[in-house]
């Protein structure tokens, strides 16, 4: 059996063999066979065998596959529109001292609209060169061997449906996450691309994307007109306000300032922009509605199944302004991302709303010792 490992942000950065049917590593057995080095973007650069031996770097321009070093070498690659890698060229001058021509056609690679049907065969005269560098192929994402199905980073697709194996979902609560009501292709939250993958990308398992600027048909019209960008700008408005009342109320409240009653109450602060914000209470309180302390509650946003998963200080910095409460917890302290992050303040990362050491919007490492910010983690709602 195959097991995959995730970051705090849900980007995979290993997998692994694994004799028992257990998410706990520790108790699964699991064995690495591949880990990866990510870029800013998520995007795959590096990859190490089960040993730690590199095995593959790949190159990105624009944000698109464009080359990749392996053990044979340097290859280029020549995609189509949507990023699918068609072509693999040569890139080494030399190859046990024999000269071989730069640029010379190593792979030939085939697959139906939806990546289905994948096939890449040596070109014809190919050189000694041509191996399949690397396992990004359909719109440039990752196929697994193991299930033949693609790594998106939000969600896996099947190529051999043309469907995600998951619905999708989003940070902010949504009756049906990204859906335009004029189009009811976008109902589906397992359609890949709105069923049109001829011009449609998902760059991250969560986005339509065309590569047609001009395409506009008449149920997009009708929900990208201005009256409804006007209900949606609104709509994000009263979020951040709501977030940003909430975050207000926390700090100012006496009963949560540091040393009321000998104690600093930032588990009550963040309870209390919780409840105003709807946000999933489970990991946050106990059975009676009572705060749990700060390090308990970030545990439990850690764990598999919590309601909430973890985002990036970059993410967390993009959310809140949207009205989506984000929660910064560290050693013995949590906090939340601000709603207004448009303050110029000194220092690093998103300005916290915080309620615990000094109540009042401050930046990442005004609000955690320095020695604790690598153990700093964010968490926002699932839904």
Known sequence: ???????????????????????????????????????????????????????????????????????????????????????????????????????????????????????????????PTSDDATPLHFTGKERDTESGNDYFGARYYASSMGRWLSPDWSAKAEPVPYAKMGNPQSLNLYAYVRNNPLRGVDPDGHDYLTTDPTEMDNSEAETDSSQSVADQQQDQQEAQLQLSNAQNAAMKNPQFAPGYGGHTHCNQGACSVARAMHAPMGPLSNAKGKPLLADQIRANLAKPGSGYHGVSAAEATQLAPQGVVVFVTGPGHIATVAADQSQKLPGSGPIISNVGYKNGDMRLNYVFPKSDLPQVRFYTPNQ
Not at 18 to 32: E, K, L, R, V
Not at 87 to 114: H, I, K, M, R, Y
């Open 1 to 127: 059996m195959t097991g995959y490992l995730y970051d705090a942000n849900g980007a995979r950065v290993a997998k692994g063999t694994i004799t028992t049917m257990s998410c706990d590593p520790a108790m699964n057995g699991f064995q690495f066979t591949k880990s990866y080095v990510l870029g800013p973007g998520g995007e795959t650069l590096t990859t190490l065998d089960g040993n730690n031996t590199w095995l593959r770097t790949n190159v990105y321009v624009g944000g698109r596959l464009m080359a990749t070093y392996d053990q044979a070498g340097l290859h280029f690659h020549l995609t189509d529109p949507l990023g699918t890698r068609r072509v693999q060229l040569s890139g080494n001058l030399t190859s046990s001292d024999q000269t071989l021509p730069l640029g010379q056609a190593e792979l030939d690679c085939t697959s139906l609209p939806f990546g289905d049907q994948q096939s890449c065969v040596p070109a014809p005269n190919a050189p």
